[in-house]
């Protein structure tokens, strides 16, 4: 069965500083990976997503991602953070082929900025 | 719709009772999933439809939860005889088909006393 594990739990950095949040997966083949971002009292917003195709990946917000299949990670980044990006963060995998496609998420990553 | 919505936003009911919760879906989209947002477990599928049809309920915890969908558009859930371990956010996701990207709606925060 599929899992992501994102072994950080909580982040705390300082405004401007870089990020990089870890999300590791187990699937049998090459799965789709999303990351997506959940503020206090919101739905999940799509920030990025991996198909196929170049590795790196850019989305919404500065935020880039990293798929790495010999790691089976698929790390998330952002060079310089803003204090509107304090919220929490969850990885997701989806199976590439036939079935429900239902997604497999993270625990989430809770992110606080320091101004 | 310009997204997907969902309804209600919150739900406080007491144990025993029925609840419904409703998803709308964004205009055309075929797919449609529910899933279960809980303290420290994170999300938890629960139900896949296509059309109508749901060819994957295998997330559904309990006989207690149903879900249908009519017109290939608005779905229900609905949680029978509500137990306080239901307390979560449940959140609808929309695609435009199978493997494509999964947009949510805001979710239904559902407490039970």
């Known amino acids: 069965a599929q899992s992501v594990t994102q072994p950080d739990i909580h982040i705390t950095v300082s405004e401007g500083a870089s990020l990089e949040l870890r999300c590791n997966y187990s699937y049998g083949a090459t799965p789709y990976l999303f990351w997506y971002v959940q503020s206090p009292g919101q739905g999940l917003q799509l920030l990025l997503k991996?198909?196929?195709?170049?590795?790196l990946v850019q989305g919404i917000k500065g935020f880039e991602a990293e798929f790495k299949r010999s790691q089976s990670s698929f790390n998330l980044r952002k060079p310089s953070v803003h204090w509107s990006d304090a919220a929490e963060y969850f990885c997701a995998v989806g199976p590439a082929g036939a079935g429900s496609y239902q997604l497999t998420f993270g625990k989430g990553t809770k992110l606080s900025v320091i101004p | 719709g310009a997204g997907v919505s969902q309804s209600p936003s919150n739900k406080v009911t007491e144990k025993g009772k029925d609840v419904e919760l409703r998803c709308d879906p964004i205009s055309g989209h075929t797919a449609l999933y529910w899933y279960r947002q809980s303290l420290g477990q994170g999300l938890e599928f629960l139900i896949y439809f296509q059309g109508n049809s749901a060819p994957d309920k295998s997330g559904l915890p309990s006989d207690r939860f149903s879900a249908e969908r009519t017109g290939g558009s608005v779905s229900t859930l609905t949680i029978q005889r509500t137990q306080q371990e239901d307390s979560a956010v449940y959140l609808c996701a929309s695609t435009g088909g199978p493997g494509e990207t999964q947009y949510f709606g805001p979710g239904t925060r559902l407490l039970v006393l």
């Open positions: 991996y198909f196929s195709g170049d590795t």
